[in-house]
Every structure is written in structure tokens, then in C-alpha cells.
């Protein structure tokens, strides 16, 4: 789970980009806070770079795939 300390720097958004399932080694169109489905373990992932899956711990039977979704998106201004 991520952390914050400073709620007024958030805004809660409801875009379908927080609905999507990413698999190891697509490319993500936001940068962002990327969580496991699996694990758990969080990434912090840029626009236009790969997801990752060589790096990331092995999964037991139980939690299945690898696959990332976003839940925090980091907006450019």
C-alpha cells in the first residue's frame, strides 16, 4: 500500500487508466505508482518505459501472474 503524509497534495480521480491490468513488459501511457496484483510490491514506473518482471520477486501458485495496476498517477505540469 502506498503512503502519503500530505492528503492536500492528492485528488481522488476516477479514470479508466486505475481500472487497467498491465502485464510485465507493456508499456504504461502514465507515470505513476504501479501495484502487483499479486504481491503486493509497489513500482514507480515513467511514461513510455516497460513495466518490469525479470526484476521482480518470483510469485508462488497462489498468487499467480505478475500483473501491475496503476494506483497513483504522478501528473506533469
Given amino acids: 500500500m502506498a503512503w502519503y503524509k500530505d492528503a492536500s497534495k492528492l485528488s481522488q ?3 479508466a487508466n486505475f481500472d487497467k491490468i498491465w502485464k510485465p513488459g507493456e508499456t504504461p501511457p502514465d507515470n505513476g505508482i504501479y ?19 525479470q526484476n521482480h520477486r518470483q510469485h508462488s501458485q497462489d498468487q499467480g501472474a505478475i500483473r501491475w495496476k496503476m494506483i497513483v498517477c504522478c501528473v506533469n505540469r
Avoid at 496484483?37 to 514506473?45: L, N, T, Y
Fill in 35 to 53: 501495484q502487483c496484483q499479486g504481491c503486493g510490491d509497489e513500482i514507480a514506473s515513467n511514461k513510455g518505459v516497460q513495466l518490469p518482471s
Fill in 13 to 15: 480521480n476516477h479514470h
